[in-house]
């Protein structure tokens, strides 16, 4: 199997909900929500693809070849490299069908694992939507980082007693949820969280812990001062509120307060090992990619997950020697270049 043979079949067991285009960039699926696109005119999720695209690489081959690895440690664990499948729920709601939240995980969770790296799992209004996913967190040894929303007290902390009992090796909350549209259709109340209860949170969940959706410097102190792990500069895909800013455009500046206080994940249009290489430049330890996921799985399963990855982490260390990078560290702003 190919990833173009991933891709053919895929664009054939997703149709009509999502094309499988040439670029996934959120022009063609604007708005559709049920469905893969950006929340309102879709500008969130197309911006991330547009101002990635202006971050352009500085090539350099006059060095001593040293090689190039690619690994990286997070969660006192080594991965093959920085690169993790984000959280997405909702595969009925928002695709086709074809997949659910057991079988996506069943290829997600295992196949990022078989390559090396690791997946973070979702979450969301039906319980199955966290527990189904928890399956296979706990078949595959703990290795994936389960999602949980910006739930109440009581049901937050049953949805954290579940992760633990899977074993997992850390979790992450997506504080952005509380604007998910189908969660306020399901009548499903998340709100957002004051540093105090974060802090609460981050106890409760006895491993590293992760708040994804954070977009401002401020936003970022704030996590750190809560005791988290780690945060995810993200918006949401695009999915949860329209005309935010890209992530790639304020991940230097929040990297810049933060930055080895703290781990440091970016989602949000990221497609190729290229576009990992431009986020740690900018500041990233790590990048979360949603959507490709789930054509991944949805065109070869398990292996389909697995070769994505492989072709990401193969593009990253192509990239690291045509400018000059041994390791992830020598990836620095130097190496890329902002264009109008």
Same mark, same amino acid.
């Given at each position: 199997?190919?990833?173009?043979?991933?891709?053919?079949?895929?664009?054939?067991?997703?149709?009509?909900?999502?094309?499988?285009?040439?670029?996934?960039?959120?022009? *063609?699926?604007?708005?559709?929500?049920?469905?893969?696109?950006?929340?309102?005119?879709? !500008?969130?999720?197309?911006?991330?693809?547009?101002?990635?695209?202006?971050?352009?690489?500085?090539?350099?081959?006059?060095?001593?070849?040293?090689?190039?690895?690619?690994?990286?440690?997070?969660?006192?664990? /080594?991965?093959?490299? $920085?690169?993790?499948?984000?959280?997405?729920?909702?595969?009925?709601?928002?695709?086709?069908?074809?997949?659910?939240?057991?079988?996506?995980?069943?290829?997600?969770?295992?196949?990022? +694992?078989?390559?090396?790296?690791?997946?973070?799992?979702?979450?969301?209004?039906?319980?199955?939507?966290? /527990? !189904? $996913?928890?399956?296979?967190?706990? =078949?595959?040894?703990? #290795?994936? *980082?389960?999602?949980?929303?910006?739930?109440?007290?009581?049901?937050?902390?049953?949805?954290?007693?579940?992760?633990?009992?899977?074993?997992?090796?850390?979790?992450?909350?997506?504080?952005?949820?509380?604007?998910?549209?189908?969660?306020?259709?399901?009548?499903?109340?998340?709100?957002?969280?004051?540093?105090?209860?974060?802090?609460? +949170?981050?106890?409760? =969940?006895?491993?590293?812990?992760?708040?994804?959706?954070?977009? @401002?410097?401020?936003?970022?102190?704030?996590?750190?001062?809560?005791?988290?792990?780690?945060?995810?500069?993200?918006?949401?895909?695009?999915? #949860? +509120? !329209?005309? @935010?800013?890209? @992530?790639?455009?304020?991940?230097?500046? +929040?990297?810049?307060?933060?930055?080895?206080?703290?781990?440091?994940?970016?989602?949000?249009?990221?497609?190729?090992?290229?576009?990992?290489?431009?986020?740690?430049?900018?500041?990233?330890?790590?990048?979360?990619?949603?959507?490709?996921?789930?054509?991944?799985?949805?065109?070869?399963?398990?292996?389909?997950?697995?070769?994505?990855?492989?072709?990401?982490?193969?593009?990253?260390?192509? @990239?690291?020697?045509?400018?000059?990078?041994?390791?992830?560290?020598?990836?620095?702003? !130097?190496?890329?270049?902002? *264009?109008?």
């Amino acid at each position: 199997m190919t990833y173009q043979d991933v891709l053919e079949k895929a664009r054939k067991n997703m149709a009509p909900n999502c094309r499988v285009c040439r670029e996934c960039n959120g022009v *063609v699926c604007r708005g559709e929500i049920p469905g893969v696109g950006g929340k309102g005119s879709g !500008d969130s999720f197309i911006r991330n693809c547009q101002q990635l695209a202006k971050v352009r690489v500085n090539m350099d081959l006059i060095y001593e070849d040293r090689g190039q690895d690619t690994s990286t440690e997070l969660f006192g664990r /080594t991965f093959a490299g $920085p690169v993790f499948a984000a959280p997405i729920s909702g595969l009925s709601n928002n695709y086709n069908g074809l997949l659910n939240e057991r079988t996506y995980a069943q290829a997600l969770v295992p196949g990022c +694992i078989e390559a090396g790296c690791a997946a973070f799992t979702g979450d969301g209004a039906p319980d199955n939507f966290l /527990t !189904d $996913p928890l399956e296979a967190v706990k =078949a595959a040894g703990g #290795v994936a *980082v389960p999602t949980v929303k910006p739930w109440e007290g009581d049901v937050l902390r049953r949805k954290l007693d579940l992760v633990k009992e899977a074993g997992a090796m850390a979790v992450a909350m997506d504080i952005d949820a509380a604007g998910l549209p189908l969660l306020a259709a399901a009548g499903k109340t998340v709100h957002a969280k004051t540093a105090a209860e974060l802090a609460k +949170i981050a106890a409760w =969940a006895e491993r590293p812990f992760l708040l994804k959706g954070i977009m @401002t410097r401020a936003a970022a102190c704030r996590a750190v001062e809560c005791g988290a792990y780690g945060i995810v500069v993200s918006n949401h895909g695009g999915r #949860v +509120i !329209d005309q @935010t800013p890209a @992530t790639i455009e304020v991940l230097p500046e +929040i990297s810049s307060v933060v930055r080895g206080r703290i781990k440091i994940f970016v989602d949000g249009g990221f497609r190729t090992g290229v576009d990992v290489f431009k986020a740690l430049a900018l500041g990233a330890d790590a990048v979360l990619i949603g959507r490709p996921y789930v054509t991944a799985a949805c065109g070869g399963g398990k292996e389909g997950v697995s070769l994505y990855t492989k072709k990401i982490l193969a593009e990253l260390k192509e @990239t690291m020697k045509m400018t000059g990078c041994a390791t992830l560290r020598d990836i620095t702003a !130097d190496k890329v270049r902002i *264009v109008p």
